[in-house]
């Protein structure tokens, strides 16, 4: 969307750390978070983080928040084929009908 | 156990045709929605409902319409389809309460609609 921007694709080793980038513009967004879409299939939650928070970790996933520049970033350590994917980020804003604004995901490629 | 599902998954038919996409989500939850995904693989919500309010988003042409016969199925009927409706469409749901688990969208897998 024209409110979350992400780079499209993003190629690694398998083995290595994958950091997906996003940035959103809405500063009034409440909670962020990371979808994982396989091919051929629906979205799927990964994580997501609340706006106050600078870091979350959930085992190889680390969500990095840096508010002031809007900044939001997926870390996948130890990037395994089966994490080739599309990783859209997605913002939620506080109000009488909570809807999430997608970004337009960034095609993941782990190479073996 | 299919918690959200979508019928048909693939959908091809002629320009000027109407045609239904079926969604059901069996977890119980109260808001559901349908988006579009692009072949760019960007993806846009176009409606959002619950029993209280259908959020329409305003790029949407009237020709969509979403019809929920009950809290658990929200079909999505398109009239008189054109070569631009080709996507893919996905059906989600989410719980009711404080967020994050409202945002929590659990999405089908989609149904592929080729316009001829």
């Known amino acids: 969307g024209e409110d979350v921007e992400q780079s499209l694709f993003l190629s690694v080793r398998e083995g290595d750390s994958s950091v997906i980038n996003c940035t959103y513009t809405d500063s009034s967004s409440t909670y962020l978070y990371w979808y994982k879409q396989e091919p051929g299939a629906g979205l799927q939650l990964l994580t997501y983080i609340f706006s106050n928070m600078d870091m979350k970790q959930d085992q190889r996933l680390t969500v990095l928040l840096n508010k002031k520049d809007k900044h939001l970033s997926l870390r996948i350590a130890d990037t395994q084929t089966g994490d080739s994917a599309i990783y859209f980020c997605a913002e939620s804003i506080a109000g009488s009908a909570r809807q999430l604004t997608f970004g337009s995901g960034t095609q993941l490629t782990v190479l073996p | 156990d299919t918690a959200v599902s979508q019928t048909p998954k693939y959908l091809v038919t002629q320009m000027g045709n109407d045609k239904s996409i079926k969604c059901e989500q069996n977890l119980g939850h109260d808001t559901m929605y349908w988006y579009k995904q692009d072949s760019k693989k960007f993806l846009k919500i176009m409606f959002s409902y619950n029993n209280k309010e259908l959020i329409i988003n305003e790029t949407v042409p009237n020709r969509f319409s979403p019809k929920s016969p009950d809290k658990a199925h929200l079909n999505l009927h398109i009239n008189s389809l054109e070569l631009g409706d080709s996507a893919v469409y996905f059906c989600?749901?989410?719980?009711?309460?404080?967020?994050?688990?409202?945002?929590?969208?659990?999405f089908g897998p989609g149904t592929r609609l080729t316009v001829l």
């Open positions: 989600a749901s989410s719980p009711r309460g404080a967020a994050p688990s409202t945002d929590t969208q659990y």
